[in-house]
């Protein structure tokens, strides 16, 4: 008599084995279209406009410490969420005090308008929500 877990084990790991490699020949031999599908000639990834995020980050720093939760453009704006460790105060405080040293223009609560760009600061809890704007 024949032992079915025998015969039913090798079997499954070379099923197995055989769907590893074959995700990755087809990934090396599809990878190209892969990238020049998400990457756009407008310079979107998969939804982002790289450009309006190097400027955001070049606009506002991002706290130490933090994380980016999500990001996202639409038209003339870069939209990039962040979770922070540090208290709701103390995230206040810092974006507070940056805004003062690069010469951002208060123009109401939470936003704020440098040159051609207007910036709007979310903070709830350790959340962070920063929406850059060109006017």
């Known amino acids: 008599m024949i032992d079915r877990k025998a015969v039913?084990?090798?079997?499954?790991?070379l099923l197995s084995v055989q769907g590893v490699?074959?995700?990755i020949i087809f990934f090396e031999k599809e990878s190209d279209k892969i990238i020049d599908y998400l990457t756009l000639e407008t310079?979107?990834?998969?939804?982002a406009s790289t450009s309006e995020i190097?400027?955001?980050?070049k606009e506002?720093?991002?706290?130490?410490?933090?994380?980016?939760?999500?990001?996202?453009?639409?038209?003339?704006?870069?939209?990039?969420?962040?979770?922070s460790s540090f208290p709701e105060e103390e995230i206040?405080?810092?974006?507070?005090?940056?805004?003062l040293l690069n010469d951002w223009e208060q123009i109401d609560v939470n936003?704020?308008?440098k040159a051609n760009r207007q910036l709007e600061i979310d903070?709830?809890?350790?959340?962070i929500k920063l929406i850059l704007t060109r006017t």
């Open 111 to 113: 936003r704020y308008q």
């Open 21 to 23: 490699i074959g995700s």
């Open 92 to 99: 206040k405080t810092y974006y507070d005090d940056f805004m």
């Open 60 to 83: 506002i720093p991002i706290i130490p410490d933090a994380e980016i939760s999500s990001v996202d453009t639409f038209q003339k704006s870069a939209s990039v969420t962040l979770q």
């Open 43 to 47: 310079g979107k990834v998969a939804g």
């Open 54 to 57: 190097i400027d955001l980050t």
């Open 123 to 127: 903070i709830t809890g350790n959340l």
């Open 8 to 13: 039913i084990m090798p079997i499954l790991v």
